[in-house]
């Protein structure tokens, strides 16, 4: 599949994470949940892993990945070693995530989810810009410590902070992020108010605001027949780009349900995108 999105165009393919679930997927409070408690979430680090040695232009991303259940220097250390076998092409979407049963089987504290987070985010970056790298916060420590090989990208592996744009991820992304996953189900004009908000507090941290990018999802429309209909959903993503999104997303399994039709997604995908935005 990742060969195929390469080969339509796709310019970016993103995976979801789960490390574990738990059985209570109905308090999932952004509508009905897609799986089971016991269908396979595959590690999606490991699989972009995979990606990246049958592949050589598609950019790859997690959106997003729990980065508190993994640990600052150990998901430091995997993101850069996956930077490298891809040559420069990772991108790291990161939150808290929902379920709080992944935190007990790891035997985190939930209620401390935002402060790991902010937390791992910082590490991350310091041990990809640092040698030695040092770090002090509330939940990571280290100093005179060194991560090598770095990431191929400059600065390290970019961060897009999920979720929605409270106080907190506001500051995780002045402090910390390269871009920004809005929530799900978030209206096009909430997130142009957003990204205005953002990039108004890059420019009073001195940070470049035209440099923010942002995951902006494409509202789905149905046809006629009450199916997704791709063409007439691809005629919003002018409006998504309009209100700051520098990349536009589609959940491929709107539109497909097995890997055999994943090509022919891809390549109307992209037909359907140049249409309406141009190549």
């Known amino acids: ?48 892993a995979a990606m990246a040695a049958v592949t050589e232009r598609v950019k790859l991303a997690t959106g997003i990945l729990i980065a508190p259940l993994r640990g600052a220097t150990l998901l430091a250390k995997q993101a850069a070693t996956l930077d490298q076998i891809s040559n420069g092409r990772l991108e790291l979407g990161v939150a808290c995530g929902w379920q709080r ?21 910082a590490a991350c970056k310091a041990l990809w810009t640092q040698t030695p790298a040092a770090f002090t916060s509330e939940t990571v420590n280290f100093t ?18 999920g ?13 910390s992020g390269d871009g920004w996953i809005p929530i799900m189900g978030l209206s096009t004009p909430d997130m142009a108010r957003d990204v205005t908000t953002i990039r108004q507090a890059l420019a009073d941290a001195g940070r470049d605001p ?7 999802p494409i509202p789905m429309t149905k046809g006629d027949d009450g199916a997704f209909d791709l063409a007439r959903t691809m005629e919003n993503a002018p409006a998504v780009i309009e209100a700051g999104a520098t990349t ?31 190549s």
């Open 1 to 48: 599949m990742a060969r195929a999105a390469e080969d339509a165009g796709i310019d970016r393919v993103v995976l979801v994470d789960h490390v574990v679930m738990g059985p209570h997927t109905d308090k999932y409070v952004w509508g009905r949940f897609p799986t089971p408690p016991e269908a396979p979430w595959a590690e999606p680090l490991t699989l972009l």
């Open 210 to 216: 035209a440099a923010l990018r942002v995951q902006g």
């Open 101 to 121: 049963e992944e935190y007990d089987a790891a035997g985190l504290d939930w209620n401390q989810r935002g402060q790991l987070l902010t937390d791992t985010l």
């Open 248 to 278: 536009v997303q589609l959940p491929i399994q709107a539109f497909c349900s097995n890997a055999k039709d994943a090509p022919a997604f891809f390549a109307a995908a992209r037909r359907a995108f140049d249409t309406v935005v141009g």
């Open 163 to 175: 979720g929605s744009l409270n106080k907190r991820n506001l500051q995780r992304i002045v402090e």
């Open 144 to 161: 005179d410590t060194y991560l090598m090989p770095r990431p191929v990208q400059q600065g390290g592996v970019p961060l897009w902070i």
